[in-house]
């Protein structure tokens, strides 16, 4: 179990995200055993965080988000969401260790890693569910994993896919066009929330998306921040 764990970071002024990082950092150090051989968080925009240097990657750029492409407001092809998730991969490769990924505003609990890892070695990207209920979206990508040997052509397809500033190219979207066209290879996962709810804090294993003031504070009551 080498395996590298990455994560894109990214705030605006008033967003709660710079104050929510020391959390997600803590939350990896309880919960993600065995521990990660390394952690990198490229954070975009050229803000100042609160982690050890070792793990920054600082970039002064910033691709902005789907939307920004989609509505022509950035003239990229690929957002700083998915950029930051292949190039992460490919550090992680150059790391000789698998891909785990775990949004800046998500996490983990309970052993999550070893869940990861009892999913048959034949699969080279794990990935989550749909959405059963709002936002409706077609998958999960909060936390994912590519095998070490699996990276090079996870970012040989996902490029592949084209430019994400028109319709249908969003993140996840491209992950279960390929799930669906790679079924040996790409798995989704039937466990966790991500940003659906309500949340069941008593799974044994699980991990959620975009967590509201009280659910944080649910958390803490529970013992498991």
């Not at 990657?57 to 939307?67: E, V, Y």
């Not at 998306?209 to 009551?221: F, G, M, V």
């Amino acid at each position: 179990m080498r395996y590298l764990l990455g994560s894109g970071f990214h705030s605006r002024p008033g967003d709660g995200r710079i104050e929510f990082l020391p959390v997600w950092r803590k939350n990896v150090d309880r919960y993600a055993f065995p521990p990660p051989a390394d952690v990198k968080v490229i954070c975009t925009g050229g803000e100042s965080v609160a982690l050890p240097l070792e793990e920054i990657i600082k970039l002064s750029g910033d691709l902005g988000h789907f939307m920004d492409l989609i509505n022509k407001h950035k003239d990229y092809a690929f957002n700083s969401w998915m950029a930051s998730a292949l190039a992460l991969a490919l550090v992680a490769y150059n790391n000789t260790s698998d891909f785990i990924y775990l949004e800046q505003d998500a996490l983990a609990f309970g052993p999550w890693v070893q869940k990861l890892y009892s999913e048959d070695e034949k699969y080279g990207v794990l990935f989550g569910r749909k959405h059963l209920s709002a936002p409706w979206m077609p998958c999960s990508q909060s936390l994912f994993m590519v095998r070490h040997w699996y990276i090079p052509e996870f970012v040989r397809l996902i490029l592949g896919e084209g430019p994400q500033n028109i319709n249908g190219n969003l993140g996840e979207h491209i992950f279960v066009r390929l799930a669906e066209r790679y079924p040996d290879k790409w798995k989704q996962f039937g466990w966790g929330f991500d940003r659906e709810r309500p949340i069941a804090y008593d799974d044994e294993v699980f991990y959620a998306q975009q967590l509201t003031s009280e659910e944080l504070d649910t958390l803490r009551a529970k013992g498991l921040l």
